[in-house]
C-alpha cells in the first residue's frame, strides 16, 4: 500500500492510517514496515521502519516522517507500508515454503551460474497455504 508524497514530504497525514487499517489481519491491527519503492531504512529499524502496532497512529506518523525526512529527496515512488510477517519458529511448527519477496533482478535473486531449477520445481510442487486458499 502506498502514499505518494513528493521527495522529501511526508505524506497527508490521514493517508498512512488509512494504509495501516487496510493492512489488518484477522486478529486486527499488526505491525508494518515502512519503505519506498526501492529502499528501506532497515539500518535505522526503531525510528525509521518499524511500527509494533499499526493502530497507534502517533507512532506511525512520527516513523514515516522519520523515513522520509532520513530518504530526503531519494525517496523514490512514494511511502510504502508492508505488513510485517514473524518468521519466527514456533515448537511443532510444520517447516513451509514462503515466498517472501520477489523482486526484477536488481535487488533479488539466485547468484551468477546458480541453477533456479531445483528452486522453481521446489515452489512449483509446494502444496497451497490452506490458511490463505480455502
Do not use: N
Not at 18 to 35: C, I, Q, T
Amino acid at each position: 500500500m502506498t502514499a505518494d508524497p513528493a521527495p522529501g514530504r511526508p505524506p497527508e497525514p490521514t493517508a498512512p492510517a488509512r494504509l495501516a487499517a487496510s493492512l489488518g489481519g484477522p486478529d486486527g491491527p499488526r505491525p508494518v514496515v515502512v519503505k519506498d519503492w526501492v529502499k528501506s531504512r532497515k539500518h535505522e529499524w526503531a525510528e525509521a521502519a518499524y511500527v509494533p502496532y499499526a493502530a497507534d497512529t502517533a507512532r506511525l506518523a512520527a516513523v514515516v516522517g522519520r523515513f522520509v525526512a532520513l530518504q530526503a529527496e531519494f525517496l523514490t515512488g512514494g511511502v510504502v507500508l508492508r505488513a510485517f510477517e514473524d518468521f519466527d519458529r514456533t515448537v511443532g511448527e510444520a517447516r513451509v515454503w514462503r515466498v517472501v519477496e520477489v523482486g526484477d533482478g536488481q535487488v533479488s535473486g539466485l547468484p551468477a551460474g546458480a541453477d533456479p531449477g531445483p528452486l522453481y520445481r521446489a515452489l512449483a510442487a509446494a502444496p497451497p497455504d490452506p490458511r490463505r486458499h480455502p
